[in-house]
């Protein structure tokens, strides 16, 4: 496995990958990996000849009264969980690599961003498809891997690579979740004991929602509404979002026809998590 730290070398490390014809996966992270960011990286084993992970804490995506300073960092520790699902290349730069003096260009996909944690968190999807489209012309992945968890994410970076044609392909892999619903993530490092069972409550909305779903219903606010009614029983829980909306344009839906995104985020104590699920009527 190669440690990787500046950009010219990641450059030189993707010539000689293309030189032997070999297919290059990336799974770009912030670190602090976890059982969810390994299983994208198997999935990138499974369809790639070369794996890259990146790992670069994105400060143009937090808020200013984000928790960009405090995020957890171990790259040792990240190396050695990677270095056991023989991952054959580590991508972390700098910021200053990253951006340099007096940058100032961004790419935005309008409309979208704004959208679902684009609401409460202003311009952070801007920096998320600002470095995603950095990495993607440093590193040259044929394939990138982004998880389920991250849904708007993953809507808003499929429909750059369509708009700007890039030569990528998006591969979405499912939500891995604790034995009792929660889904990981790495800020779950955050949650004190109590915090932790709180937490919970953004899994049970769904899976109410979800239930009267399969039992019939389609009306997205009486859905909504569901859904919204398990945080009232939840004093350390606070509701951002309970959206039912499409999962590609991210619009909100009202009757549920086709495949929709039933997505959630809440503050638990003072830690933002986010969690959803995809229904659909023809399933």
């Given at each position: ?14 010539e000689s990958t293309r030189k032997s014809d070999q ?220 959206e039912i909306v499409d999962p590609d344009s991210l ?33």
């Amino acid at each position: 496995m190669k440690l990787v730290k500046t950009i010219d070398e990641m450059r030189d490390v993707r010539e000689s990958t293309r030189k032997s014809d070999q297919r290059l996966g990336l799974v770009p992270t912030m670190g602090a990996l976890h059982e969810g960011h390994l299983s994208l990286v198997r999935a990138a084993r499974d369809k790639s000849n070369v794996v890259a992970v990146s790992i670069f804490v994105n400060p143009t995506q937090f808020g200013p009264n984000e928790d960009f300073a405090k995020y957890p960092r171990n790259l040792e520790k990240d190396s050695e969980m990677l270095e056991r699902e023989h991952v054959d290349v580590i991508f972390a730069p700098s910021v200053d690599d990253m951006y340099p003096a007096g940058a100032v260009t961004w790419v935005t996909v309008e409309g979208m961003s704004d959208r679902l944690c684009g609401k409460s968190r202003p311009g952070h999807f801007r920096g998320v498809t600002t470095v995603v489209a950095k990495l993607f012309h440093i590193v040259q992945p044929d394939v990138a891997f982004f998880g389920q968890k991250d849904a708007a994410q993953v809507a808003i970076v499929r429909r750059m690579v369509r708009d700007l044609n890039m030569p990528v392909s998006i591969e979405v892999c499912p939500i891995i979740r604790e034995s009792d619903g929660l889904a990981l993530s790495s800020r779950n490092a955050y949650l004190n004991p109590e915090e932790r069972k709180s937490a919970l409550v953004l899994h049970r909305s769904l899976q109410r929602a979800e239930n009267l779903f399969e039992n019939g219903e389609r009306n997205s606010a009486r859905l909504m509404a569901a859904g919204k009614e398990e945080f009232k029983n939840e004093s350390s829980a606070r509701l951002d979002y309970f959206e039912i909306v499409d999962p590609d344009s991210l619009e909100p839906v009202t009757t549920i026809s086709n495949r929709a995104l039933i997505a959630v985020a809440g503050l638990i104590g003072n830690t933002r998590l986010i969690d959803n699920v995809i229904v659909d009527p023809q399933r």
